[in-house]
């Protein structure tokens, strides 16, 4: 679609120019400030989803209208634009996409939750795209409490394929189940760690999880950092490092994922 093919309100969008990696508690209120309504939302997944706006074809503030399309159907709850913008995931090097869409879907609310659970499930789907939507359970999670049982179940199906499952999965999933605090799964986690099924650069190992989900203090547990050489035992790239485990993990932003292209190095902002 030809950038000058969008309508108002939508094409105010625009203008509307640079964003920052944020909370959706301090995003626009796109709702309010252009009256969007449902009738609206066909065109702003349009517009979430143009490669028109890529930046290698987008000049000025224009290459940062998808961002703001989103994130306004987010706030709109469009339940049509589940599988569209999960589909963005599917570039690793879309450290936008990566970054957002999750919080997205936890705009959208609990009708994203099986959408969801289908895509980290299909192996077929990008490994970094699943990897990234991982993130939507705890925001979920933190807009919806009630949710909470929900997710850890959908979370603990996954684990359960530790075997076939990458082991960022896994170690992804496990961080999963931490930040929901489901320590009645921890014989599950146990399983993924005694079959050394997981990447313990994400949460380190069973006893590092035990401390996260306070099963043991951390003066049981001394600090230790887990080097590449001690965790995979078989990479697909060797030469590839992963940085050691610190306290307090924090879980990855998107410029983890992947390779960061010519493009998304400009785009973002440092």
Not at 219 to 239: K, M, N
Request: aromatic fraction near 8%; charged fraction near 25%.
């Amino acid at each position: 679609m030809a950038i000058n093919d969008y309508h108002p309100p939508i094409s105010k969008l625009l203008t509307y120019g640079e964003c920052d990696y944020s909370s959706p508690e301090s995003w626009t209120s796109y709702i309010q400030e252009l009256d969007l309504t449902a009738e609206h939302i066909p065109e702003l997944i349009q517009m979430a989803t143009d490669r028109e706006f890529d930046l290698e074809s987008s000049n000025g503030t224009e290459c940062w209208t998808p961002v703001h399309a989103w994130r306004a159907l987010g706030g709109l709850e469009a339940e049509t634009a589940i599988m569209p913008l999960l589909n963005l995931l599917e570039d690793p090097d879309h450290e936008w996409a990566q970054e957002e869409i999750p919080k997205v879907m936890s705009l959208i609310g609990p009708s994203a939750l099986s959408a969801v659970q289908d895509y980290i499930a299909n192996p077929r789907h990008n490994l970094f795209g699943r990897l990234s939507a991982t993130n939507y359970f705890k925001r979920l999670y933190d807009r919806h409490p009630d949710q909470r049982e929900q997710c850890i179940e959908v979370i603990t199906q996954q684990l359960a394929s530790y075997k076939k499952n990458d082991l960022g999965l896994n170690g992804f999933l496990i961080l999963g189940l931490c930040d929901l605090q489901a320590v009645d799964k921890a014989p599950e986690i146990k399983k993924a760690f005694e079959a050394q099924r997981v990447d313990l650069t994400i949460m380190g190992d069973w006893d590092e999880v035990q401390v996260a989900l306070g099963l043991k203090t951390r003066e049981e547990v001394p600090q230790q950092g887990f080097p590449i050489t001690d965790v995979l035992g078989v990479l697909s790239d060797p030469s590839e490092p992963i940085p050691s485990f610190q306290h307090s993990p924090q879980r990855p932003s998107s410029q983890g994922f992947g390779h960061t292209s010519s493009k998304s190095k400009k785009k973002k902002k440092r």
